[in-house]
């Protein structure tokens, strides 16, 4: 294991008001980080659940967003996100089971229906790939866990280190990506540096500097995420 998950980082136009939204949607608690930017601390929505960090970007969303989020609902229909501010994309058919939806920004995510012995929520990651079986493989080496591959194309991984939610899942489609992310995850690093990720195959973007204190790289299929050095032990 060369990291731990940390957290999710959203770009926003108006992130103050993207950030409530997702505050409303996962039950969670919207903080000011009075520069512009706020942050989504689902505490409320149970434990191991992660934050959001919405950050305001000049660039506008022009692309399908890449990566996104599925959220069990409680109940029958994703009435209560439409009256939050989502948006009905797609609704179940013949060919999926779930509703995909988009927040006030564009950004799409999936809204599934109740299980039983499933609480509400986010319960997985979903991140739009060319060779899924060699993305989950390479996450489950810097994260640990288990990669598992599906008859129908898509691979996940399950018990990555620090990952709050059920399943990281990497789903196949034709489209390359070709623009940055507007989501993207976070890791701490075990070690002070990355040099251990990019051995492994991750490509340095950018170093700590003057305005960041933390390193930008991309994973093989050119997903930015950042690296952050070990938290401080207690």
Known sequence: MIARFKDLCLDAADAPALGAFWGRILDAEVVDLGDGDVRVDPGRAG???????????????????????????????????VE??????????AEISWWVLADPEG??????????GERPGTFELVVDSADPAAQAAWWSRVVGGTAHTSDKG?????????????????????????????LHWDVDLVDDDPTALIR???????????????????????????????????
Do not use: M, Q
Not at 85 to 93: N, T
Not at 107 to 114: D, K, R, S, V, W
Not at 200 to 209: H, N, S, V, Y
Not at 210 to 233: H, K, M, Q, Y
């Open 47 to 81: 434990e191991g659940a992660e934050s959001i960090w919405v950050n305001r970007v000049p660039e506008p969303r022009t692309v399908k967003t890449r990566v996104h989020l599925d959220l069990r609902l409680p109940d029958a229909d994703p009435a209560a996100l």
């Open 200 to 234: 492994a195959g991750a490509t340095l973007l950018r170093e700590p500097d003057d305005v960041i204190s933390w390193w930008i790289l991309a994973d093989p299929e050119g997903n930015e995420f950042c690296a952050f050095p070990p938290r401080p032990t207690e």
């Open 107 to 116: 950004n799409l995510f999936c809204a599934f229906g109740p299980r039983e």
């Open 154 to 182: 898509y691979a996940y991984l399950t018990g990555a280190a620090g990952f709050p939610w059920e399943y990281w899942v990497f789903d196949p489609v034709p489209e390359r990506r070709t623009v940055k992310n507007r």
């Open 84 to 93: 939050a501010g989502a948006r009905v994309v797609r609704e179940p058919d």
